[in-house]
């Protein structure tokens, strides 16, 4: 964006008022903070405004770290007002959610709720509630979540809210459940209805997440051509909006969706090109699928010699990952990559282990999943009696997730 120079004149002689987005725009290149051009800036409710709206940009850029900095000074001023505390504990929470401190952020919202209930503050309400159950379900605790989820909606149509961004989003998080529960067909009706929901007023991160899940919703019901398009159309936005983790994420569903089509050096280039985003900004968490999945192209390329460099890296980023979902998929290509090289009790050991994650997990999917490419290996292996017995642990494994 350019600032002419009539627009400064104007603003230096008090003749104009800059916007928010002008006046961020000025303190970037200034190299200042907003308040320091706000009078009395420990104090002024406009300086705590142009704080938290800052914050809040920080976030939609993908720089949670700074957004969490600015919420956490906004409320370590003394003096701040309680609606304005609460919401800054919304946007903190957010924070503490893109960088995967659920726990923390779980706290920080039951604190913000607390007050936004006592004080009848019906859409904070309603925000904080799908706050939280987005908490849980990236915790894994898809029933505590859809928990929060009915309480935001019912509380939002009781309140006859008319904010339709609020009503698309919590639609699209309770379309997750059925997605997570095995049940594609009601997830792509639930991510339709979020769009209905608000029309053409999406935002472009609220429109990216759905996208992303309607990808992965047609990936189950066998659709692949619609799932690689709605990935596509999500990869473009999360791109646009430089959200780094989100690209990578996209990258993975569709290089899985690419592996399953025998399609191995598309999907190999995805795997790969993710993990590269997300070593660029030390993200942890999603690093062990992107190289578990590199190994697994690799592996079914027959290059075994890279496919075992690639998941002994992936097995030990599980290590200092908090996605409890990555050991569990790496451990079954670990599995594949070890009976591979001959080693069938190394690759028995990644199996029952992975196996014994996805029953954690309470995941039928992945159970089925892990059970049926146990069975192609231990049948390879010779051992036909386990094999059958694990042919059968992954048919009943589908048929409890079959939607």
């Given at each position: 964006m350019e600032l002419g120079l009539s627009l400064l004149n104007q603003v230096e002689l008090g003749r104009s008022r800059p916007s928010t987005r002008t006046l961020q725009i000025i303190a970037e290149r200034l190299g200042r903070p907003i308040e320091y051009f706000v009078q009395q800036p420990q104090s002024s409710a406009t300086a705590l405004e142009f704080q938290l709206a800052e914050a809040s940009t920080r976030l939609r850029r993908g720089d949670a770290e700074r957004g969490r900095e600015l919420a956490m000074q906004l409320l370590a001023r003394p003096q701040v007002a309680p609606e304005m505390r609460?919401?800054?504990?919304?946007?903190?929470?957010?924070?503490?959610?893109?960088?995967?401190?659920?726990?923390?952020?779980?706290?920080?919202?039951?604190?913000?709720?607390?007050?936004?209930?006592?004080?009848?503050?019906?859409?904070?309400?309603?925000?904080?509630y799908d706050r939280m159950g987005s908490a849980y379900y990236q915790l894994r605790m898809p029933h505590e979540a859809g928990r929060?989820?009915?309480?935001?909606?019912?509380?939002?149509?009781?309140?006859?809210?008319?904010?339709?961004?609020?009503?698309?989003?919590?639609?699209?998080?309770?379309?997750?459940?059925?997605?997570?529960?095995?049940?594609?067909?009601?997830?792509?009706?639930?991510?339709?209805?979020?769009?209905?929901?608000?029309?053409?007023?999406?935002?472009?991160?609220?429109?990216?997440?759905?996208?992303?899940g309607l990808g992965v919703s047609f990936q189950k019901t066998g659709d692949l051509t619609r799932a690689l398009e709605y990935a596509q159309r999500s990869l473009r936005l999360f791109e646009t909006l430089q959200d780094v983790r989100m690209s990578a994420q996209l990258r993975n569903n569709m290089a899985e969706i690419l592996l399953s089509q025998g399609r191995d050096d598309e999907a190999e280039d995805l795997f790969l090109a993710g993990a590269e985003q997300l070593r660029r900004v030390s993200d942890r968490d999603l690093l062990p699928h992107l190289l578990a999945g590199a190994a697994e192209a690799a592996l079914n390329r027959g290059e075994h010699v890279v496919a075992v460099t690639r998941i002994e890296a992936a097995l030990a980023a599980t290590k200092v990952s908090a996605d409890r979902l990555a050991e569990?998929?790496?451990?079954?290509?670990?599995?594949?990559?070890?009976?591979?090289?001959?080693?069938?009790?190394?690759?028995?050991?990644?199996?029952?282990?992975?196996?014994?994650?996805?029953?954690?997990?309470?995941?039928?999917?992945?159970?089925?999943?892990?059970?049926?490419?146990?069975?192609?290996?231990?049948?390879?292996?010779?051992?036909?009696?386990?094999?059958?017995?694990?042919?059968?642990?992954?048919?009943?494994?589908?048929?409890?997730?079959?939607p």
């Amino acid at each position: 964006m350019e600032l002419g120079l009539s627009l400064l004149n104007q603003v230096e002689l008090g003749r104009s008022r800059p916007s928010t987005r002008t006046l961020q725009i000025i303190a970037e290149r200034l190299g200042r903070p907003i308040e320091y051009f706000v009078q009395q800036p420990q104090s002024s409710a406009t300086a705590l405004e142009f704080q938290l709206a800052e914050a809040s940009t920080r976030l939609r850029r993908g720089d949670a770290e700074r957004g969490r900095e600015l919420a956490m000074q906004l409320l370590a001023r003394p003096q701040v007002a309680p609606e304005m505390r609460a919401r800054a504990q919304l946007v903190l929470a957010e924070a503490l959610l893109k960088l995967r401190l659920f726990t923390e952020a779980i706290e920080v919202i039951k604190k913000a709720i607390e007050a936004s209930e006592a004080s009848g503050w019906l859409t904070l309400s309603v925000d904080l509630y799908d706050r939280m159950g987005s908490a849980y379900y990236q915790l894994r605790m898809p029933h505590e979540a859809g928990r929060w989820w009915d309480r935001a909606i019912s509380a939002y149509e009781d309140a006859e809210l008319t904010d339709p961004l609020l009503k698309a989003r919590i639609l699209g998080h309770r379309a997750n459940l059925h997605y997570v529960a095995g049940q594609p067909r009601e997830a792509i009706a639930g991510y339709q209805a979020a769009i209905a929901a608000a029309e053409n007023v999406l935002d472009m991160q609220a429109l990216g997440g759905i996208y992303e899940g309607l990808g992965v919703s047609f990936q189950k019901t066998g659709d692949l051509t619609r799932a690689l398009e709605y990935a596509q159309r999500s990869l473009r936005l999360f791109e646009t909006l430089q959200d780094v983790r989100m690209s990578a994420q996209l990258r993975n569903n569709m290089a899985e969706i690419l592996l399953s089509q025998g399609r191995d050096d598309e999907a190999e280039d995805l795997f790969l090109a993710g993990a590269e985003q997300l070593r660029r900004v030390s993200d942890r968490d999603l690093l062990p699928h992107l190289l578990a999945g590199a190994a697994e192209a690799a592996l079914n390329r027959g290059e075994h010699v890279v496919a075992v460099t690639r998941i002994e890296a992936a097995l030990a980023a599980t290590k200092v990952s908090a996605d409890r979902l990555a050991e569990l998929v790496t451990r079954r290509v670990a599995g594949r990559v070890a009976a591979a090289a001959g080693d069938g009790a190394q690759a028995r050991a990644h199996f029952d282990r992975a196996l014994e994650l996805a029953e954690a997990l309470d995941s039928a999917m992945d159970t089925g999943r892990v059970a049926f490419d146990y069975a192609q290996v231990l049948e390879e292996l010779g051992d036909t009696t386990q094999a059958l017995i694990r042919y059968r642990q992954a048919y009943r494994a589908r048929q409890l997730a079959r939607p």
